[in-house]
Structures are given as structure tokens and as C-alpha cells.
């Protein structure tokens, strides 16, 4: 599964970049966004960007639930992720996920790493299925048709 389905004359080449760091976008640590780049067939180049954004319970810091108000440091909060390919020709990064949401936040004193990270394979995993097989073929659609 090399590329994913059509979106008015574009696909997408599987490249997916989950991001959870609220200097980059404004919102809080357990919101994870998902951005899938969706290439122009023809030239390969980058045509636009699909976002979805998803809370997630637990994310890692020093108590469960993420966010506690004690926190000192963002590090505390949880997993901190700027970005990387979790979804690189149609290959999900299970390793990649497990290094940026659990090994890099218990790397911090007193923090641990995600808890309960099948939960939050299992939601990021189901956005991606929507974006490839829901929003982008809605997109196609609405192409076909001439609507922006």
C-alpha cells in the first residue's frame, strides 16, 4: 500500500506526522494533531495538508492523566512531540511511537512515559484510516464536482 486512495487528482504517499508540542501549536500536550501531506500526483509536490486532532487520556508526565497542576516543567506534562513519520509508505512506526511516547517523557526525572499506549496507537491509527478513506476521497469528491 504504497499510496493512498485519490483526492481530486492528488494521493497521499503515506506520510503521516502526529505533533503534540504546544509551542508549535496552541493547544494542550494530550491533544495529538495528525498532519497527512497530500502530494499532487502529477508533479509529487506537496498540493495541502489534512489536520485532525484528537485528545488522548494519557500521554506520560508525573501523574496519570497528563496535565497535572503541579507541573514545573512542560517535560512533566507527558510526551512533548515536535514531529516525526509514525506512517511512512503505507509502514505504521510502532517503534517511533513507542520512543516519542514512552521512552523519551520517562527519560525525565520523576516523569513517566505513556501508560496505556495501545490506547493511543489504536486512536491514532483510526485517524489515519479516516483521513485516508473518509476526508480524502470526500475531497475528491468535491473537486470532481468543482467545489472548493
Known amino acids: 500500500m504504497s499510496n493512498s486512495p485519490q483526492a481530486g487528482g492528488s494521493s497521499v504517499p503515506s506520510v503521516v506526522l502526529p ?14 494533531t495528525i498532519i ?10 506537496i498540493f ?9 487520556a ?5 501523574l496519570p492523566g497528563s496535565m497535572p497542576p503541579t507541573s514545573i516543567t512542560i517535560f ?16 505504521f512506526d ?3 511511537l513507542d520512543k516519542h511516547m514512552i521512552e523519551i517523557p520517562a527519560s525525565y526525572p520523576g516523569s513517566s512515559g505513556c501508560r496505556d499506549i495501545r490506547d493511543v496507537e ?3 491509527k483510526a485517524v489515519r484510516s479516516l483521513t485516508t478513506y473518509v476526508i480524502l476521497p470526500l475531497i475528491g469528491s468535491a473537486a470532481n464536482r468543482g467545489e472548493p
Open 94 to 96: 510502532k517503534k517511533g
Open 76 to 91: 512533566e506534562e507527558g510526551a512533548n512531540v515536535e514531529s516525526f513519520k509514525i506512517v511512512s509508505d503505507g509502514i
Open 36 to 45: 497527512t501531506p497530500v502530494f499532487d500526483t502529477e508533479t509529487n509536490e
Open 19 to 32: 505533533r503534540s508540542n504546544s509551542d508549535l501549536l496552541p493547544r494542550h500536550l494530550p491533544d495529538i
Open 48 to 56: 495541502f495538508f489534512t489536520a485532525s486532532r484528537g485528545h488522548h
Open 122 to 124: 489504536s486512536d491514532l
Open 58 to 62: 494519557d500521554i506520560g508526565g508525573i
